[in-house]
């Protein structure tokens, strides 16, 4: 045996100040948020002029221009007190506002009129509802490419299909991976669906990017900040799921993460929390896509087959959602979904799905919207 060592030595090493990274930097009062609100008829030069005064404090303006009115949304941790009179009295500024809510560009204060997410010439968001179809998995080419002509065949605008699957049990079916990607790309020259598919980690974004329209952040990963921050950067349609036990509140701060990166395409999906309930997979919180749509200018889509976790509740879960103010919605469909790797069990088949697009089209009808 060693001898036990006597004396220890305490290596002094000088320490260098940390280096503090602006965008951990947040003051006591949190961060602050203003919305320069132009005048109708202002130009590019007043609002150019604008943009640079707030680089000079080293803030970022983010221009929302829509119909009625433009403004530029600046959000940061030090916006001096007086920034705000100063440039209440450059040309062509209206007026200057605080934003109140805890999240910021995704807030309606700061856009009253909806977002529209174009995907491949599918607008998400809007006065037409848009429905996305596919099974949970992607399992093989057949069962892919028959899924999406079938769904594209009853109506469907998307297809959806995982390849990186977030599964409960490490035991089970975790996705073909890029095999799955690459058959999807496939149905989407077959069909010409754009495709939406779940991205899992922030080294798989870029890989997933290469193949998806829309990347999908599963409600597992909807607090993953690294992941948001990391689509925001694609500039890519984002679709955010609600986490399992995520507040309204925090779902739209995690839509901010994206949108805060410059990246202004997300479309919202409630997917069902937890509550006590057990008869039923999850609760699907209706409220919270009304109270979303007053909240946020985002698109805000259902997935009743999570929702429920019934393939037989999905239905009228789906034609509830339009009527509650949805713009979409995402369903799991399955040829054969006894058969299916995942989630089969809430799956619709082919002829259920297709009986149900009709119904959705006259729930759509009677709120003032399209299918
Ligand atoms: C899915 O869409 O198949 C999925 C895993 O969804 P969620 O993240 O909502 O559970
Ligand atoms: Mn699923």
Redesign the pocket.
């Given at each position: 045996m060693s001898p036990q060592p006597t004396t220890t030595r305490t290596v002094l090493r000088p320490v260098s100040p940390p280096v503090l990274d602006q965008r951990f930097v947040v003051t006591g009062e949190g961060v602050e948020a203003m919305i320069v609100v132009m005048q109708t008829g202002s130009n590019d030069t007043q609002i150019q002029a604008v943009i640079e005064r707030l680089e000079e404090h080293h803030l970022r303006g983010h221009l929302v221009r829509g119909a009625e009115r433009t403004v530029i949304g600046v959000v940061g941790a030090a916006i001096p007190p007086t920034l705000r009179e100063e440039l209440e009295h450059f040309s062509g500024v209206k007026e200057t506002l605080r934003i109140t809510q805890p999240y910021k560009l995704v807030s309606r204060e700061l856009r009253p009129i909806d977002t529209v997410v174009d995907v491949r010439g599918v607008k998400v968001g809007g006065n037409r509802c848009v429905v996305i179809a596919g099974p949970?998995s992607v399992e093989s080419e057949e069962q892919i490419i028959t899924t999406a002509r079938a769904v594209r065949e009853a109506g469907a605008s998307m297809l959806?299909g995982?390849a990186f699957?977030?599964r409960s049990s490490p035991y089970t079916f975790r996705g073909l991976g890029e095999l799955g990607l690459r058959l999807l790309a496939q149905a989407r020259e077959e069909t010409g669906l754009p495709i939406v598919t779940?991205v899992m980690t922030p080294n798989d974004v870029d890989l997933v990017a290469r193949y998806a329209d829309v990347l999908?952040i599963?409600?597992?990963n909807m607090q993953n900040y690294q992941l948001l921050e990391e689509v925001g950067r694609t500039g890519m349609p984002v679709l955010l799921?609600r986490g399992l036990s995520a507040t309204i509140e925090e779902w739209l701060l995690s839509a901010e993460y994206v949108v805060a990166q410059g990246n202004p395409n997300v479309i919202l999906?409630e997917?069902g929390i937890r509550t006590f309930e057990t008869a039923t997979r999850n609760t699907l919180d209706l409220n919270a896509v009304a109270l979303a749509r007053r909240r946020t200018h985002l698109p805000v889509i259902v997935?009743p087959s999570?929702g429920t976790g019934k393939w037989y509740l999905a239905p009228p879960l789906a034609l509830a959602s339009i009527a509650a103010g949805a713009d979409g919605l995402?369903i799991?469909v399955h040829p054969d979904p006894d058969r299916a790797r995942?989630?089969g069990g809430q799956s619709l088949n082919p002829e259920n799905f297709a009986a149900l697009m009709p119904k959705l089209a006259a729930v759509a009808a009677a709120v003032g919207r399209s299918l």
């Open positions: 949970c959806r995982g699957k977030p779940e999908q599963g409600a597992r799921k999906c997917r997935d999570h995402i799991e995942s989630d």
